[in-house]
């Protein structure tokens, strides 16, 4: 990609002078506004390590954030977190992003909320609501969760966003301890008025990596979820949408994770580093520039930890020779990493991985074991007092 300039405006924005031969705007941004959750779900996509409150990026930045997104021309924006309303400037982030143009999709475990706020959100333009559910199953959805009482708040959240006429999206993580569940996950969609469904098998990375024995469906259970969503879809066209993500350990190919890195996706941490994915810490040899220091612009369109493995450059076999390489980009770097610990080999969710066999093998052996180990919570150095132990 070649280089492309930034200015700063007189008010002291960064404006990108884009090259439009080369440059493409991400679609999406995806606003990791603190890693602060009362829910401790073991699936959790933040990273292992999460960051701390005092490090957090203050209601300014983010409002930077918001108007830098839109001048580079992003589209969406995801606030996300951990738990987006745990912090108390929500409002004002909001009001910066709906102001630059952004669509804003508030991604939220709904426990916080309260209906004036999300009155509130509304009105200063929040478009989406994204709710996750952890199970119908109340006392299942807590304990995966580690939290009591989440599924009636979420059931008033639910009900709030219709009644205040917002778009709702189920999102629903199925895994070996909830999947039996599916059929009432949708029926649960339905009866709350959500417009979307997203059945998402847990991806094992960061937190749900830890968890793996816990979580992983047999091969036969998950042909089965595949089943239900294939016959919900049909009956329920023109009421409800389901959007299906596979694991990747029982796919022939893997996804093309964040649609290719550096290709339509951007990620900011609660601190401010900007990652070509949430889970992009996790490899060695990238830098990671702060919105706090560099435009934003500037980082998507030169950013070292961008150009790294944008593209198909950097391939190795099988995937440099493969007619794949655009459509799913040789998968997900950090997977890569995680299991071969070279992040440029061929993810070994791929069938042409030389690795794929036995990391197949290695899932299906788990997703059959009778002795599910305990979950380990996501919660600060839980992971590490778990790898002690
Ligand atoms: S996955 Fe669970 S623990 Fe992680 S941010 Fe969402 S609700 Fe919180
Ligand atoms: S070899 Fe690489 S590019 Fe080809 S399908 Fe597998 S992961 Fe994709």
């Known amino acids: 990609m070649s280089e492309s300039t930034v200015k700063e405006t007189k008010t002291g924005e960064f404006v990108a002078e884009v090259d439009t031969s080369c440059a493409r705007a991400p679609v999406g941004l995806l606003a990791e506004l603190t890693h602060r959750c009362p829910l401790q779900c073991p699936y959790c ?10 490090t957090e990026l ?5 409002k930077r954030v918001m108007r830098e997104a839109g ?19 929500l409002e004002d982030i909001v009001e910066e992003a709906a102001r630059s143009g952004l669509y804003t999709n508030l991604i939220t475990a709904g426990v916080l909320l309260k ?5 509130k959100l509304r009105d200063l333009g929040l478009d989406h609501v994204q709710l996750s559910i952890q199970d119908v199953d109340p006392e299942n959805a807590d304990r995966i969760a580690a939290y009591k009482g989440g599924m009636d708040k979420k059931n008033d959240v639910a009900r709030w966003v219709k009644e205040l006429d917002m778009p709702l999206t189920i999102n629903a993580p199925l895994h070996r301890q909830n999947i039996d569940n599916l059929p009432a996950i949708i029926d649960y969609s339905v009866k709350v008025g959500a417009g979307r469904l997203e059945v998402a098998h847990i991806q094992y990375y960061a937190w749900a990596l830890k968890n793996r024995a816990a979580l992983m469906p047999t091969r036969e259970a998950f042909m089965k979820t595949a089943e239900i969503v294939n016959e919900a879809k049909e009956r329920l066209k023109g009421i409800l949408v389901i959007d299906f993500v596979v694991p990747d350990y029982y796919a022939k190919y893997p996804k093309p994770c964040m649609g290719g890195w550096g290709r339509g996706i951007i990620n900011v941490t609660p601190s401010g580093k900007v990652l070509p994915c949430h889970a992009a810490e996790s490899l060695p040899g990238l830098e990671f520039d702060n919105v706090r220091d560099r435009a934003l612009a500037d980082i998507w369109l030169n950013g070292q930890a961008f150009e790294k493995y944008r593209g198909t ?11 794949r390489k655009e459509i799913d980009f040789g998968g997900c770097r950090c997977q890569a990493f995680a299991l071969t610990g070279d992040a440029a080999n061929t993810d070994p969710a791929c069938s042409l991985s030389p690795l794929h066999e036995e990391w197949a093998a290695k899932a299906t052996e788990e997703s059959h074991t009778t002795d599910i180990p305990e979950f380990i919570y996501r919660r600060m150095g839980a992971a590490a007092t778990a790898a002690t132990e």
């Open 313 to 323: 450059d950097w391939m190795k076999e099988p995937c440099r020779s493969c007619p």
């Open 71 to 89: 001048q580079l021309g992003i589209l969406q924006i995801h606030l996300s977190g951990g738990e987006p309303t745990a912090r108390r400037d």
């Open 115 to 119: 209906r004036e706020r999300l009155e």
């Open 58 to 62: 203050s209601t300014e930045d983010w």
């Open 45 to 54: 996509s933040n990273p292992v390590d999460l960051e701390r409150a005092n």
